[in-house]
């Protein structure tokens, strides 16, 4: 298999750019008037992935420094924990920084938000965008942004709020996107056969360890999308692409 193809991949990632950049600059307006934005999407709608670094470069042109973390598990707020002992991530000291805290729904003691930012805070992280995520079709994130809202040191009782859904990709992206890892020609048609194939290709392709063949893509399909889709891709689509992929291994197996 030959190397991937670095004009492809800075197509896909120009495509990208552009199809996010909208819920950038949402985040961005937020960061203007507000310490904390709260970011909530269903898994794998490119909230982490996709958004925040996007962010981050606009930051970095302003000469705000940012930093992607991971939202700590069993963080108990006792008051004398710092950011190297709280964080897997590296924490660098800045000044006027923004923290994005990834998987920020997470269970912790009552407080734990508010311990979090200040933590962060005494980095130099003077805004925190907490990133929350929930199954597709089921929101159920209120009381995590009602939390995180508590831990902003503004005038008002709420926050700016930016909501991500998985969109279609445009396929000519979704073209690029398998030129780049030098997908089978046959492989990368019957990826955009599939039912919502533009989200599916950027979804499940990563999962892939080769795409040499057309089966050898039908079989990654049935299992490693399979194993990923619930809570994912609506019910009434998922049941759409079990229903023909599950056909197509059977001819191909056959």
């Not at 445009?170 to 398998?178: D, F, G, I, Q, S």
């Not at 490693?224 to 994912?232: C, D, H, T, V």
């Amino acid at each position: 298999m030959s190397a991937e193809n670095p004009e492809a991949i800075a197509q896909v990632e120009a495509g990208m750019r552009e199809l996010y950049r909208p819920d950038a600059e949402a985040v961005l307006a937020g960061l203007a008037v507000s310490d904390v934005v709260v970011v909530t999407g269903p898994w794998k709608s490119g909230k982490t992935t996709f958004l925040a670094p996007l962010v981050g470069d606009y930051l970095a042109r302003e000469g705000r420094p940012s930093v992607m973390v991971g939202c700590p598990l069993d963080f108990e707020d006792d008051g004398e924990d710092d950011v190297a002992s709280t964080f897997i991530e590296p924490v660098p000291l800045v000044e006027d920084g923004v923290a994005f805290l990834d998987e920020a729904s997470r269970e912790g003691s009552i407080g734990h938000e508010r311990g979090l930012a200040r933590l962060l805070r005494g980095a130099g992280y003077r805004a925190t965008v907490p990133i929350i995520p929930h199954p597709i079709g089921a929101d159920g994130v209120a009381e995590y942004v009602e939390r995180w809202a508590a831990v902003s040191e503004g005038e008002s009782a709420t926050v700016p709020r930016v909501s991500l859904e998985p969109r279609k990709l445009p396929a000519t992206l979704v073209e690029a996107y398998l030129g780049a890892h030098q997908a089978d020609q046959a492989a990368a048609e019957y990826m955009l056969s599939l039912p919502e194939p533009h989200y599916l290709a950027v979804l499940t392709l990563p999962t892939m360890p080769e795409l040499r063949s057309l089966s050898a893509t039908v079989r990654a399909m049935h299992s490693g999308l399979l194993y990923k889709a619930p809570g994912i891709i609506p019910p009434e689509k998922l049941n759409i692409l079990r229903e023909r992929v599950a056909a197509d291994l059977s001819r191909i197996v056959s």
